[in-house]
């Protein structure tokens, strides 16, 4: 059985794919996920549903959510429930099952050490497999009218966020360092107009359009991205940004240099 939680919340077990129906089962499954084979408190899990604000009848609301969690999760030819009740809460045992948002920084990480040893072409495909595992937006809000997660949710997205935007900063440098350069331009501009704070992405189209023999395209790119920083927050771009322009001004030939596609074998 694998849970995918990268994008809208489901179990895949063979052919068959569940989804979660009620907003505050999803809230408190994504929860136990998160923690896999780790105890969590009530008191965290009624946090995470509910806020700080719970209502009166708090902790018997859990203990139906926990019920109807574990029905959900109840498959045929499988005893007993892999969510088990432990002081003080609940535990979810995934065993020899998959998290797809567990196997995700994995393939990063491994895709980094490729990175470090100059295996570009393993590296891009690694990259690749990682993102691929990418559905769509993580859990959105809470239920009951609030408009953020709780802390755990919160800050595990935050995490995986922050890990998928430096898989596709490596990713793309992998690119470029095997001479993909034409084929990353389209990526680079989604992702700059996704992240306009985000300099590196800029770099890197600026660097991929040169290559594609656009250097007054790359050059606007530069000024894009200096008026964005400038507008939002009162600055210059950062010294790699500054220091490419000059080298594109230039015509620095340096710039063209890039690897013959497989050299990293």
Known sequence: ???????????????????????????????????????????????????????????????????????????????????????????????????????????????????????????????????????????????????TNGPIIDGFSTWLTETRLECQEMLADCRLHVGRHRETVGTLYALTAENPMRETFYRQLMLALYRSERQADALKVYQSARRT???????EPGRALQELQRAILAGDNRLMAVPAVGSDR
């Open 1 to 147: 059985m694998r849970y995918e939680m990268l994008g809208p919340l489901r179990v895949v077990d063979g052919n068959r794919c569940s989804f979660v129906n009620a907003r505050k089962v999803e809230i408190l499954f994504s929860v136990l996920l998160i923690r896999a084979e780790q105890v969590v408190s009530s008191e965290q899990l009624m946090t995470e549903i509910w806020g700080e604000d719970l209502p009166r009848r708090a902790t018997a609301g859990l203990h139906v959510y926990i019920s109807q969690l574990r029905k959900f999760l109840k498959r045929p030819g499988r005893s007993g429930s892999p969510v088990e009740t432990r002081a003080p809460g609940y535990v979810l045992h995934i065993g020899d099952d998959e998290i797809d948002a567990h196997v995700f920084p994995q393939r990063v990480e491994e895709g980094r050490m490729l990175l470090r040893q100059g295996r570009y072409e393993e590296a891009t495909r690694c990259f690749e497999g990682a993102l691929d595992l990418w559905r769509g937006p993580l859990t959105g809000p809470g239920g009951n009218g609030r408009d």
């Open 229 to 235: 920083l400038k507008d939002e927050l009162g600055l």
